[in-house]
Structures are given as C-alpha cells and as structure tokens.
C-alpha cells in the first residue's frame, strides 16, 4: 500500500516541511524537485499548489492532501476532510480573505459596489458571498500582485492576509472579512473507505496534531513537600491530573504535567511561593490526548 500525499508549493512549504518534521516525519528535496523524499516507504509525497490540491485528491489522482479551506470551497470539492490544523505560513493560526478597497474610496460595505468591477482569485467564493448579500457586481479572476489593482483594473479586490500588512501598504483598507481559511487535512473519497489507507491517514492525522497541539504546550517537572502538595496542585491547569512520583526523601514528591506555554511566565512564581522547587520547563515535541 502507498499512500500519495500532496503538500502544499509555495508559502506554506516551509510551514509544512517543518510541521511534517516534528510530526515525526522526514523530507528533503531539491529546490527544482516536486517529488520530495521522505522516510516512509508507505507515503509518496509530491509538492502541489495549494490552490490545486483539492481537486486532485477529488479525481483520485492523489489519495490525501494539505491545503487551505480556502482552495477546497473554491474549488467545489468532493472530499473527505480529515481534520482542520491551525497553522499557517507566518505561525499558528488562520487567515482572512478581505474585501478591500482604496482609502480614499466612498465604498463602506458590500452593498456598496453594486455595478463595480473586482479582482480575486477566490472568484468563486467571492460570487457567493455577493449572492449571500444581494449584491450584482463583475468578479474577474487575478492573475497576481491583486493589491496593486485598485483603483484603476478594480474598484475592489478580494485578497489572503494574515496581518494586514501588505494592504496597509498599498493604501487599501478592509470593509469586511469574506471567508476565514485554515489549513485542512483532506482525502478522497474512495481512499477514505480502503482500510490500509484510512489507517495510514488517520496516523498521520494523529501524528500532525499532537504536533501542533506541542507549539502551545510545555512539560513542568518540580520537586513538592507532601505539605505543600495541596496548595501546589489548585495552581496546575493540567490536561489531565499531574503525575506524581515519590522522591528518595520520603517528605518529598515528584510534580509532572503539561501546560499551555502562555501561563508559564505568570505560574512559575505562583508554584514557587506555593513551595514548588527545583522547577523545571521543557520544550514538547507532541501532545497526543
């Protein structure tokens, strides 16, 4: 059984290439190769655009692919979609696709541009969304630099921004926000009812989000007086009970859990006036629940 995996080309690449690593799994490639290697002899990898991947895994061409939420309403696809995984190409987390106009634009909604012309390559989610609000205006497919458009090519564009940062610089402000996207673990249909596959896929399913779900997460090991352990463990947001280990000394016990990575800085001085000693952070590579 080889199960044919398609990662995305591009921006999330490096995203990908790095999440597939701490997943367990390794890649390497050229940079003129499209069928990277990998350490798996039950996977065979090859880099696709995302825009293009959900209807390659549709059609059975490939059995399972990474790609954006996005692509796969753009593309009307027919698939399996495994699992939603927050990541992104500058970290963790979502991206918008924004309505955008000029500043200096009289536009302020969507019901605005009635009549006017707009430039996206999300061409079929943006008529959607048009249709959603009543509004007839002329949707044109963008071949590329989409902000540098208006206002002479487009009254309005309909583009991907994680922070905002580029439409700021292109003096475009948003009006509204048309489809929030994340990264989507998606497999055709066929290949989801053979057993073998639908296996493999749901390890590597696994596997990806105990990855991530590590990113926001740290291990905190301290040493606890059996006195102080009451007080010490009203302080612990653990995922489960922490574990705890009698040390040599009978008067002392080992405290093991896992946190989110964000309520470190504020915890540790809590556990320490608490009576937690010997404190210790460390990194996570992955958090299966």
């Known amino acids: 059984m080889i199960l044919k995996l398609a990662l995305p080309a591009g921006s999330l690449k490096e995203s990908t290439f790095a999440l597939m690593k701490k997943a367990g799994y390794t890649i390497s490639s050229s940079s003129r190769s499209y069928y990277p290697r990998i350490d798996d002899p039950e996977i065979q990898v090859m880099l696709v655009r995302a825009q293009e991947i959900p209807r390659y895994v549709e059609s059975g061409v490939l ?3 990474l790609t954006g939420a996005d692509w796969t309403a753009e593309n009307r696809a027919s698939v399996q979609t495994v699992a939603e995984l927050t990541y992104a190409k500058q970290g963790l987390g979502s991206v918008r696709w924004v309505l955008a106009v000029p500043e200096s634009s009289p536009v302020k909604s969507v019901k605005d541009l009635k009549g006017k012309r707009i430039a996206t390559e999300l061409v079929n989610v943006v008529k959607t969304y048009l249709l959603r ?28 921004t994680e922070t905002g940062s580029s439409l700021r610089a292109n003096n475009l402000r948003i ?13 055709n249909r066929s290949a989801w ?22 990113e926001v997460k740290v291990g905190l090991k301290m040493n606890v007086l059996k006195t102080d352990l009451k007080k010490v463990l009203s302080l612990l ?5 922490p574990t705890i280990a009698q040390l040599t000394d009978d008067a002392w016990l080992d405290v093991e859990t896992i946190v989110d990575e964000k309520t470190v800085r504020d915890l540790i001085p809590k556990l320490k006036r608490a009576g937690a000693q010997g404190i210790i952070e460390y990194p996570l590579n992955k958090v299966v629940p």
């Open 133 to 160: 609000h009543k509004v007839k205006a002329e949707v044109e497919f963008s071949w590329g630099a989409t902000e540098a458009k208006p206002p002479q090519l487009a009254d309005a564009i309909v583009e991907l």
């Open 175 to 187: 009006v509204d926000t048309v489809m929030t996207s994340t990264t989507l673990l998606i497999a």
């Open 63 to 65: 059995d399972v692919g």
């Open 237 to 241: 947001p653990a995922m489960k009970k």
């Open 193 to 214: 009812k053979d057993d073998a596959k639908r296996q493999k896929i749901e390890a590597l399913c696994m596997l990806l989000q105990g990855a991530l779900l590590a």
